[in-house]
């Protein structure tokens, strides 16, 4: 194989072709497919051989190998294919190179929460709460070799009340602000204003919103008010400048050309939002709002100084402390119920971390499943 | 049904921008009107001041009269959501509501503005304006399908269709062929010309050719030069302005000599 590759259609006798052209002048040389490989798998065995002289570790021969590949790679395909070939094949090599590196975090993390997350997942862990599990409790667990008792039922149900709560009150402000924003205030001081406050409040760290909800229901209800519906008001902060931005972006793409056909039908302005410009857009709004709460339902430092820990399901948001995944997670790993038998408390946080990543992908496929119901029917 | 409309020396400003200067015009009842002229003569312009359309655009405003069978349109106190449902528009693409089914966009002018409609009523009011823009036969079967899965004519006789079924007087048409094929023009052209029966026509149009086939009367709006208003040159006849226009601008453009 070489820059000789002739062209078929004129190498095969008895078609009516210019005879005694061998070689097509448009045509380059081209690597065969399996080149390639050849090179990657060369790249492999000399990446190994290289590991092992400096002491062999998985990373160096990972690090060796890619590098001697790109290199070898570039320099044929150059040699073979050409100049602009060769760059092409450098730079498709090294965003593959980037995509590896970008999944390893992800495939490890996945790895390491089903590893250690799926011994500690079953039906008791799931729907029990930690109500006078002690640390004598999961002393004699491990003594005995039982199974760990305890669970994150409450810590879940916290978390869906506490989260429901921070939707429903960001949702509304959120969208109305949205609309505001859109369709009433185009140029005005104040809409600019609303923009750069919201910009603001993109920027506000976790731990300030949930001090602020903390320190606002603290001077209303007393120092030590500390309930869900303070810790989803927390969330709420955090939502909200999400929502907005997702919403008014779903409201910008709305075709002015809808807006003005209903218009010119004599329907009002506000019925024309309600009933035309927001169910066009519905789709990407409700997705817009579902990774908001995605983001939200994983924070643990505004739960913590907002609605404290429980180990007792409490599903009242109105009173009493909470749990949600995130603070019990934490409480379990920095506080273990039995400070001399680790172990119990250690699964419990990789099973509830499991459970809580669990959530967050069942909202990522509701966001799409929402999505596409939602969306502007097609077809005849 | 069918009222006239007569305009006396309307200015259109876009903020501070006067885009068309000086139109005085009397568009008869049951007859249907042409506005001819270059791009960005103010044409479009001049037609969306006659459902007070204009004043969306930020800035928008007019000064002058718009008289509706002696009504001014922008009297004090004149709602212009009841000016639209006086007189319709139709856009030059068609826009049929996405989220709605071809039923749902027919009926949108009665069902979005919250009108409590019977359901032999509402069926009567589908069948009745899908014929009245010559649909019906071929959408009769598919009524609950999405209105953007029709062709591109299709989809413009159901914006026409939605807005003869809200009953205007007027219909005014900015440029609706602009976007389709020589046969759904032609349907909608013959459309036009059985519109007439019932409705005032006022339509936009760069096609010369349609604007003499389906037309009563014909107004040529020009421009002076870029950033001058648009005014209106000629308003006569379709007849005289295609074959014997009075002033030279006209005739050079119905001939193919402008610019």
Known sequence: ?380 | MAKRIDVNDLNVYYSKFLAVEGVSINIEPKSVTAFIGPSGCGKSTFLRTLNRMHEVIPGGRVEGQVLLDGDDLYGAGVDPVTVRSQIGMVFQRPNPFPTMSIKDNVLAGVKLNGTKISRSDADDLVEKSLRGANLWNEVKDRLDKPGSGLSGGQQQRLCIARTIAVKPDVILMDEPCSALDPISTLAIEDLINELKNDYTVVIVTHNMQQAARVSDKTAFFNIAGTGKPGKLIEFNETSAIFSNPEQKATEDYVSGRFG
Not at chain 1, 1 to 13: E, I, V
Not at chain 1, 346 to 366: E, S, T, Y
């Open chain 1, 1 to 380: 194989m070489s820059a000789t590759t002739t062209n078929p259609r004129h190498s095969t006798g008895g078609t009516p072709v210019p005879p005694a052209r061998k070689r097509n002048s448009l045509a380059k040389g081209k690597l065969p497919k399996w080149a390639i490989w050849a090179v990657a798998a060369g790249a492999i065995i000399i990446g190994a051989a290289a590991s092992t002289l400096t002491g062999f570790n998985i990373a160096a021969f990972a690090i060796y190998s890619a590098i001697i590949f790109l290199v070898a790679a570039t320099i044929i395909t150059t040699v073979v294919e050409g100049k602009r070939r060769g760059t092409n094949a450098m730079w498709t090599y090294l965003i593959y190179a980037c995509f590896i590196v970008a999944l390893i975090p992800l495939a490890s993390v996945l790895y390491t929460v089903l590893e250690k997350g799926l011994p500690g997942i079953n039906s008791h862990f799931l729907f029990s709460s930690m109500n006078g599990v002690t640390g004598a409790v999961d002393n004699q667990s491990v003594n005995d070799g039982a199974p760990v008792v305890g669970g994150a039922y409450h810590a879940v149900m916290g978390t869906l009340l506490i989260t429901l709560w921070a939707t429903l009150i960001s949702v509304p402000v959120g969208m109305l602000t949205a609309v505001y924003l859109v369709e009433y205030g185009q140029g005005k001081t104040l809409s600019k204003a609303i923009t750069f406050f919201v910009d603001v409040m993109t920027g506000i760290p976790s731990i300030v919103a949930g001090l602020f909800a903390a320190a606002f229901f603290g001077m209303i209800l007393g120092p030590s008010a500390r309930m869900g519906i303070v810790a989803a008001v927390a969330l709420s902060v955090l939502m909200i400048p999400t929502v907005v931005r997702s919403t008014e972006e779903m409201l910008k793409i709305v075709p002015n050309e809808l807006r003005e056909a209903s218009y010119a039908l004599g329907v009002r302005r506000w019925r024309t939002i309600l009933k035309v410009v927001v169910p066009t857009a519905i789709s990407g709004i409700a997705s817009g709002v579902t990774l908001a709460i995605a983001r939200v339902i994983g924070e643990t430092a505004p739960i913590l100084v907002t609605a404290g820990i429980a180990s007792q399901i409490n599903m009242n948001v109105f009173a009493n402390w909470m749990s949600t995944l995130p603070t019990f997670i934490y409480y379990q790993i920095m506080n273990p119920t039995s400070p001399t038998n680790v172990d119990p408390s250690v699964q419990r946080a990789w099973a509830a971390a499991l459970l809580l990543i669990l959530m967050v992908m069942a909202l990522n496929l509701i966001a799409r499943l929402v999505a596409s119901i939602f969306a502007p029917k097609k077809g005849r």
